[in-house]
């Protein structure tokens, strides 16, 4: 998977091993606060919050001999910019075949921004059950903020410009493993190869 | 991802095989809310929709009052004895009058066909029909689908028997444009007189029961109106049972996987016995719970996205 | 009156008449066709270019007034007749009272005289208050001014009925036109029944029940001897009936309208349901029309007719099924006539001029449908390449209710002249 148009590459943040090791070490924290995994669930937040959390659970399971439970989110029907943006109309839906009454959650999600996807998550988490507390892992924690919400468990924290984009590319959905830090292109009015931007016209 | 491309849902012939596997997949995922604790999410807050039924319909218009609550959708209902039309008022008037609460969506129940089509030249609001005349009824033929699909994996190649009262059911409709879109092979039956000029152009057209059934995936039972007798379309439902109903023995021809489709309510006796109502080869229920993770498909997809809709 | 048309393209089919001519009209009739005529006193029209027709005469026109002058009155619908090209129409008896004595017809040609601005034809009812119970006083009719006799609108259900009207009509020499319609085949119907109405969910009319009624009123008129008129015919088997019995002499005519002539229920479709498609007879299949189109190709059918019934904006803009029947046509038929049957060679324009001149005339006994001198100073001047494009907005009718809205024709009736009166002229 190559780099979004409209973008270039700034930098590569991690590769294929920076990326497992701080996995690791994330998960080593969650053993650490959470020595008993039979009530602990982490809930990846789609679509790449899940392979992330289906990791974790893994090293957990290496660490403590039991695995968490996974689950998995799909925040579309919460998002509070439903009218702003053109709908997914393809959902991969919720998937907690569990209770989380009284459990403790982590939600695990692979870059931490404004914070409304985590909102989201949570109201439609609430919407579950009631669990005894609720975490939240991301992979990068790329600041700006818009809610008061913070992390517990993080693999990287920098800062970034608005006009940068973090962006993680896993196994599972893309084929490698990295992360890369891209920034949006210039807008440059003589461009030969510049695609017409789908216009997202609210009909 | 573009949205959705259509702003009503007037009827399945307008719509396309991606836009159908659309509303299903989504219908499929959002089906999974039905059972969570609380069956609720917050999508549609803020969004208003009203539910104008002309024609008496409990299991329509309760499964889109399901959805539309489990997407947190404001709603009012509004039926033919509780409104004006008993008054005089015409449609359009009766609708002009609801515009002034914004709704942002009308779901309309109407004995007329093309009614729906009428309203969305005419008002702002997205238009969801819920049966028009003889027409369609989009809604039951995607619910037909989900069921179908979830039982028999595809809906491709699948042999599919519509049979009864072809003329007057719009369900017979939308599901034979339903189904010929999606590549489904169906099979029509009824007395000639309740098979209308024309229809063989999207299906094979038998009047023998036995024929129809014959090897099918999935038989799809219309409902007969016994007011059609006084019309001379049949001569009684006695020997409309003996001759074009859906007896055991009959069901026996079908392949033995096959599943049994009813849109409700159903008349006992007549074009459906007891024993196959109530049978192994039912899905009546599942066909409840479908409604309305269809409908709640069909709000999400028409809503979810685009409001200040002006096509 | 006196008005000197000069140079146009003279074109009356009652003398077989097709030369650039002058034509000149004295105290409101025909007094010359012929080369270089002087005008003494009066008007000059300039018809170089243009064909010169002997007026159109429309035999089938709602003209609603008296009762409903909200849908149309006599002003407004002979002034849309002008505007159309007819300098004259045939008010057809369903108003509210129906036009069944002669009070009610001398009121309407009374009203046409103070207000009319071309000539208004009453046709009297056949049976009182067209309930298809007891004949009107058709004596009474004809010497009111009634020029036919018609239920239309409704069928003549009744075969006895209808047998008794030919007769009875035979003493005063009145044709009895028939709006022909079995209604045990019809009830409730919206369109044509067909594939397309199977589709749409719509209550269809099948061809067969005008079929068998035009059979049969044929069959009546044989064994009566009275003169029967096919009122808007459109199925293939109607145009059937009429050719084998004008083969054996019955006394059988035919109208066919723009519409049958040129659109089919298809439209109902392909404009999700729009009003303005809906009729009575409806819109037919392709199979029928082309039959139609045929029929009055071979001269079967021997006029075309408008069956202009307008409609106020409120009984059209409901529901398909609860729509009023019945469009406007007076400001459009010529036109869709000169550009879609004409342009194309379905239709010499001979023959569309006398279908709506000559044989209109010849069909109900009317003056006029010719220029020889000593005949109505009616005149129907013709622009072939003139561009047209139909604006509803702009009719003369009260009626806004047309299938043909934004059309873009070529071909027009640019002036219309009643007894030696210029009552439109094209700008």
């Given at each position: 998977m190559g780099t979004p148009a409209g973008f270039k590459l700034r930098?590569?943040?991690?590769d294929g091993s920076r990326l497992s090791r701080t996995l690791a070490r994330m998960a080593h924290e969650i053993a650490e606060r959470h020595p008993d995994p039979a009530r602990t669930a982490l809930v990846g937040i789609r679509s790449r919050g899940v392979p992330l959390a289906r990791r974790l659970a893994a090293l957990v399971k290496e660490a403590l001999g039991t695995a968490p439970k996974v689950g998995a989110l799909d925040i579309t029907l919460y998002r509070d910019d439903l009218t702003t943006i053109a709908p997914n109309p393809v959902m991969k839906g919720t998937d907690i075949?569990?209770?989380?009454?009284g459990w403790t959650v982590i939600l695990v999600d692979d870059v931490l921004f404004t914070g409304r996807t985590v909102r989201a998550a949570l109201d439609e988490l609430i919407d579950f059950g009631r669990p005894a507390r609720i975490e939240l892992a991301v992979l990068v924690d790329r600041g700006h903020r818009e809610l008061p919400l913070h992390a517990n468990y993080v693999g990287k924290s920098l800062t970034t410009s608005r006009q940068e984009d973090v962006q993680v590319q896993l196994q599972e959905e893309d084929g490698d493993d990295r992360v890369l830090l891209l920034e949006r292109e210039a807008a440059?009015?003589?461009?030969?190869?510049?695609?017409p931007k789908p216009k997202r016209k609210r009909r | 991802m573009s949205g959705f491309p259509h702003r009503h849902l007037l009827g399945i012939e307008a719509l396309e095989p991606s836009d159908i596997q659309t509303i299903l997949d989504t219908a499929a995922s959002l089906k999974e809310i039905l059972d969570r604790p609380i069956k609720k999410v917050p999508t549609l807050r803020g969004k208003t929709i009203v539910n104008l039924f002309y024609e008496a319909s409990t299991r329509t218009r309760s499964s889109f009052e399901v959805a539309e609550r489990v997407l947190s959708a404001d709603s009012l209902s509004i039926a033919t004895a509780t409104s004006s039309a008993t008054k005089g008022e015409t449609l359009l008037d009766t609708v002009q009058n609801l515009e002034a609460m914004k709704p942002d969506m009308i779901i309309l129940r109407h004995q007329s066909s093309g009614s729906p089509h009428f309203l969305a030249r005419h008002v702002r609001p997205a238009i969801v029909n819920a049966g028009d005349g003889a027409h369609e009824h989009p809604t039951q033929a995607l619910l037909d689908a989900l069921t179908l699909r979830e039982k028999k994996g595809r809906l491709k190649g699948l042999r599919v028997a519509i049979v009864g009262d072809i003329l007057h059911s719009r369900v017979a409709r939308s599901n034979l444009w339903l189904l010929s879109k999606m590549g489904a092979d169906v099979v029509l039956c009824g007395p000639p007189t309740l098979l209308p000029p024309g229809i063989d152009a999207l299906a094979s057209v038998t009047h023998r029961i036995d024929e129809a059934v014959e090897g099918a995936d999935a038989i799809m039972m219309l409902r007969i109106q016994r007011e059609r007798m006084s019309g001379g379309y049949f001569s009684s439902t006695r020997e409309f049972h003996i001759r074009f109903g859906l007896t055991e023995a009959r069901a026996k021809r079908a392949k033995k996987d096959v599943v049994i489709l009813h849109p409700g309510p159903m008349n006992r006796g007549v074009e459906i016995a007891s024993e196959v109502a109530d049978g192994p080869y039912s899905v009546i229920l599942d066909q409840v719970t479908n409604g309305v993770a269809v409908r709640m498909a069909v709000l999400y997809l028409l809503l979810g996205g685009a409001s200040e809709a002006e096509s | 009156m006196n008005i000197l048309i000069k140079g146009g393209r003279v074109l009356d089919p009652s003398r077989n008449l097709d030369a650039d001519l002058d034509v000149l009209i004295e105290d409101g009739r025909v007094s010359q066709v012929g080369e270089k005529l002087k005008a003494r006193g009066g008007e000059t029209l300039d018809a170089a270019g243009l064909v010169v027709c002997p007026g159109f005469i429309d035999l089938h026109t709602h003209l609603r007034e008296p009762g409903r002058e909200d849908k149309e009155t006599i002003a407004t619908g002979t002034r849309s007749a002008a505007a159309g090209g007819f300098t004259a129409v045939c008010a057809m008896p369903n108003t509210e009272p129906v036009n069944d004595s002669a009070g009610i017809t001398r009121a309407i040609l009374e009203r046409a005289a103070a207000e009319g601005v071309v000539r208004v034809w009453p046709i009297g009812a056949i049976t009182k208050g067209s309930k298809g119970q007891e004949l009107a006083e058709f004596g009474d009719l004809r010497e009111a001014g009634c020029v036919a006799v018609s239920d239309d609108g409704r069928p003549v259900a009744s075969s006895r009925m209808m047998r008794r009207a030919l007769e009875y009509a035979k003493a005063f020499d009145l044709t009895v036109i028939d709006h022909c319609e079995e209604p045990g085949l019809t009830e409730g119907f919206a369109m044509n029944e067909g594939p397309v109405a199977t589709w749409l969910g719509l209550r269809g009319y099948p061809p067969v029940a005008e079929t068998i009624v035009v059979e049969r009123d044929i069959h009546l008129a044989e064994i009566t001897g009275g003169k029967v008129h096919i009122a808007h015919l459109s199925t293939a088997g109607a145009v059937d009936a009429v050719r084998r019995g004008k083969a054996r002499g019955v006394r059988v005519t035919a109208e066919a309208t723009p519409h049958h002539l040129l659109l089919t229920d298809q439209l109902v479709r392909d404009t999700e349901y729009?009003?303005?498609?809906?009729?009575?007879?409806p819109l037919r299949g392709d199979a029928d029309r082309q039959a139609v189109v045929a029929g009055l190709a071979d001269g079967t059918i021997d006029c075309i007719a408008t069956d202009h019934a307008p409609h106020s904006v409120d009984d059209k803009k409901v529901e398909y099924d609860q729509a009023a029947n019945g469009i406007v046509g007076l400001e459009t038929a010529v036109a869709l006539c000169l550009d879609r049957l004409v342009r194309p060679g379905l239709l010499e324009l001979r023959q569309l001029v006398a279908a709506l001149s000559t044989h209109p005339a010849r069909v109900l006994g009317l003056p006029g449908g010719t220029l020889k001198p000593g005949s109505p100073g009616d005149v129907t001047v013709l622009d072939l390449e003139r561009r047209f494009k139909v604006n509803p907005e702009r009719f003369e009718s009260k009626g806004r209710n047309t299938p043909f809205g934004s059309w873009q024709l070529t071909g027009r009736a640019v002036a219309t002249i009643v007894g030696g009166r210029v009552a439109f002229q094209a700008r």
């Open positions: 930098q590569e943040l991690m075949p569990f209770s989380i009454d440059r009015p003589a461009a030969p190869a510049a695609k | - | 729009d009003t303005s498609t809906k009729m009575n007879p």
